[in-house]
């Protein structure tokens, strides 16, 4: 137990994992902050405003297609009308119908809580799972590089219980993190809805669907972290190599994702890893190919389509994380420590 | 041997035997670092470990420590198996092992407190090894502005941190100024008066000489010699003695009577050099058979460095520059090469 809350003190005094976790949590009260002050609750004025601004702009348009034509009829009845300029009939000039004009479009961004707040769950997400991984990444790595845990190694001589306490210690904090930002997130947006839109229509089934995609980004920033560690014990170095291997993963997919389409392989995406971790937040990713023609009983052209769900997407991460993380007990079990 | 239960008697802190490693990489192929050392360092003594860089000194202490693995022989630290016993042993041993590197963004007092932490050792330990080592004053400061000096001390403090029985350094006199050397000679006195047991490897001989009650010499991964300083300095002084008598006119006598004994004897003006005897009693009981009485018997006296530079052959030679692996090299066939030597025990 006191290894567990010596590397969590450890964990705590490091500088890089603080600052980076605060600059996190910065982006996502930015983001929070943003959110609240573009939105505005809609009542009889907004509606009233948005009204009238449909009129006007109704009202210009009338103006304007009375004046050309106007203007077209004078041409014609002085013949010097340029050819292109006018039509030839100029009774053909008619402003667009009234419901071309909606007050519905001129209404504020307002935020509608049961709609949008699963998607802001993946901004929080992306942005601690990426805190995850590099924080998880440094703190392992410029110990080992650094030397301190050899150091460590001299105090407590069992490789594999001190590698799998340090990262219990990170796991738990990420944990903290998350949940405190998880609460804190939901209890801003929770406002912006009641302050800046609406809560309607927030059943317990609604509940339970965000709290639902609420603990699949928990597991998902923990198998950030988890991954960062596990690569940057492997590799025994800082997140400075990390960023490579991140740099290469980017690059790699890329490329990667170049190829496939000039070997025109359906369904690119199902390649790219980004499409994974929506399928895991949204429980399902449609990828359509707009290329394969499936005619449907009205005679229109429907995309062929395949669904990555959830559950392949867990398969890979099971897989990514059994990999590095056993790689990394393995390497740890095995190498030399000098 | 006789020595063998005389050996085993006395405790030993730490013993190693026959222990090899052999370095592989990818790239280089291999390379044998230790080929079959031995050293054994009894309870309560400052032990040196000698060598020549690259000797395999470092090698050795990790593997002892269980950082690195090796590829056969056996060690022992205060009686118990390691590496299988590590764990339990490692809260008896305090060790720094070649310049250690510490987080250089923690202060030194957050670096020993972290590893008080994890060893169970009271936090309130952690000033007291620092004043120790004098860095009372900088201790919250980071690791990063330390001085290699002062870095060096904090290595020591963290060997000492946990009181340990046997504790392990690795050229701790590295970067420090001579009151730092000093100090550290009185510290490691002090610390095997209180009945810890050191084990301090140095190229300083004039240092390990001082501080050192018996060393091991390792040269390209064997053991060359070890035993006791004064015995070691004797057995390669060719075990020469000068031996003065209560009557200079009995010199010749007793050159006469030495000779038919086995020993080889350079008479002097008012002494005799005597050479290739076993032990110095051999003398005094040869000559007061014959009623002669020695007034001084001394071994010839000559310092370590200069047995280190003969045993491992490292001396210079003006107009070569020695490369690093171009040790002594003992002849693998005959055995324990220290036997011819007399080792420890004699
Ligand atoms: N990690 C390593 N990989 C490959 N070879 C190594 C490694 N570490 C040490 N060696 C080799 O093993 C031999 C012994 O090295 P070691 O560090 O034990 O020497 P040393 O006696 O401590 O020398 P010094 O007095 O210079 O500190 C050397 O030839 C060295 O090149
Ligand atoms: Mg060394």
Redesign the interface.
């Known amino acids: 137990m006191?290894?567990y809350?010596?590397?969590l003190?450890?964990l705590g005094?490091?500088?890089f994992v603080r600052y980076l976790t605060l600059a996190g949590l910065l982006v996502l009260v930015a983001v929070a902050v943003g959110m609240f002050l573009t939105n505005q609750k809609i009542g009889p004025a907004q509606v009233a405003e948005a009204e009238r601004v449909a009129e006007r702009d109704y009202q210009q348009n009338v103006a304007m297609t009375q004046q050309f034509r106007a203007e077209c009829e004078r041409a014609k009845v002085a013949g010097d009308a340029p050819r292109d300029r006018f039509p030839e009939d100029c009774s053909s000039i008619t402003p667009p119908p009234r419901d071309a004009f909606q007050a519905e479009w001129h209404l504020p961004a307002t935020f509608e809580f049961r709609e949008e707040f699963a998607e802001t769950l993946i901004t929080v997400t992306a942005v601690l799972a990426l805190v995850a991984f590099v924080g998880g990444a440094s703190f392992v790595g410029?110990?080992w590089s650094?030397?301190?845990m050899?150091?460590?190694?001299?105090?407590?001589?069992?490789r594999i219980r001190v590698l799998l306490t340090k990262l219990g210690a990170l796991l738990s904090a990420l944990f903290g993190v998350t949940v405190l930002a998880g609460v804190l997130w939901t209890a801003a947006f929770w406002a912006t809805g009641s302050l800046r839109g609406s809560t309607a229509g927030m059943t317990a089934g609604a509940w339970q669907s965000f709290g639902l995609t609420g603990l699949r980004g928990l597991a998902l920033v923990l198998l950030a972290g988890a991954l960062g560690f596990g690569l940057a014990s492997l590799g025994r170095h800082t997140a400075l190599a990390l960023g490579g291997v991140l740099g290469v993963m980017v690059v790699g997919q890329f490329g990667l994702g170049v190829v496939l389409a000039m070997a025109q392989v359906r369904f690119i995406e199902s390649w790219l890893l980004p499409t994974y971790l929506l399928a895991w937040m949204n429980k399902k990713v449609t990828l359509q190919d707009w290329a394969a023609c499936q005619a449907s009983y009205t005679g229109e052209c429907e995309p062929l389509t395949r669904d990555i769900t959830w559950q392949s997407s867990s398969v890979l991460f099971a897989v990514s994380l059994v990999v590095v993380l056993g790689g990394a007990i393995w390497s740890m079990r095995?190498r030399?420590?000098? | 041997m006789p020595d063998v239960t005389r050996e085993a008697e006395m405790a030993a802190v730490l013993e190693i035997e026959g222990l090899r490693k052999t370095?592989r990489s990818r790239r280089r192929g291999t390379r044998q670092a230790l080929d079959g050392f031995d050293m054994r360092v009894e309870a309560g003594q400052v032990h040196g470990f000698l060598g020549p860089n690259g000797s395999g000194k470092t090698t050795t202490l990790?593997t002892l420590?269980?950082?690195?693995?090796p590829n056969g022989g056996r060690m022992a630290i205060l009686g118990q198996e390691v590496?299988a016993a590590?764990?339990s042993v490692?809260g008896q041993?305090g060790?720094i092992?070649e310049s250690?590197?510490?987080?250089?963004?923690?202060s030194a007092r957050?670096t020993l407190s972290?590893?008080a932490?994890?060893?169970?050792v009271p936090q309130t330990r952690v000033m007291e090894v620092l004043e120790l080592v004098g860095l009372r004053e900088r201790a919250k400061d980071r690791v990063k502005t330390y001085s290699l000096g002062m870095k060096q001390r904090l290595a020591v403090a963290?060997a000492l941190l946990?009181n340990p029985k046997l504790l392990i350094l690795d050229e701790p006199a590295n970067g420090l100024d001579p009151g730092g050397i000093r100090e550290m000679r009185s510290l490691m006195r002090d610390l095997a008066a209180s009945g810890m047991t050191v084990v301090v490897s140095s190229h300083i001989l004039g240092e390990v000489q001082l501080i050192c009650d018996s060393v091991t010499i390792i040269s390209l991964g064997r053991r060359v010699a070890a035993g006791p300083v004064a015995e070691v300095l004797a057995e390669h002084s060719g075990n020469g003695l000068r031996v003065r008598l209560e009557a200079v006119t009995d010199l010749p006598h007793a050159a006469d009577l030495l000779t038919r004994a086995g020993a080889r004897v350079t008479p002097h003006d008012d002494h005799l050099l005597v050479y290739d005897v076993d032990k110095p009693a051999t003398v005094t009981r040869t000559l007061a058979a014959a009623n002669l009485y020695v007034s001084e018997l001394a071994t010839l006296t000559v310092d370590l460095e200069s047995v280190f530079l003969e045993l491992t052959a490292t001396a210079p030679v003006p107009g070569q520059h020695r490369q690093v692996d171009q040790s002594v090299v003992v002849d693998g066939s005959s055995g324990d090469p220290t036997t011819s030597n007399g080792g420890w025990g004699v």
């Not at chain 1, 050899?150 to 069992?158: G, I, S, V």
């Not at chain 2, 420590?65 to 693995?69: E, S």
């Open positions: 006191n290894l809350t010596t590397e003190r450890r005094k490091r500088r410029a110990e650094t030397g301190g050899m150091n460590l190694l001299l105090w407590r001589p069992q095995r030399d420590i000098t | 370095y990790r420590l269980g950082l690195i693995r590496p590590l764990p490692a041993v060790a092992v250690p590197q510490f987080f250089p963004h923690f957050d972290l590893l932490g994890a060893g169970g963290s946990k």
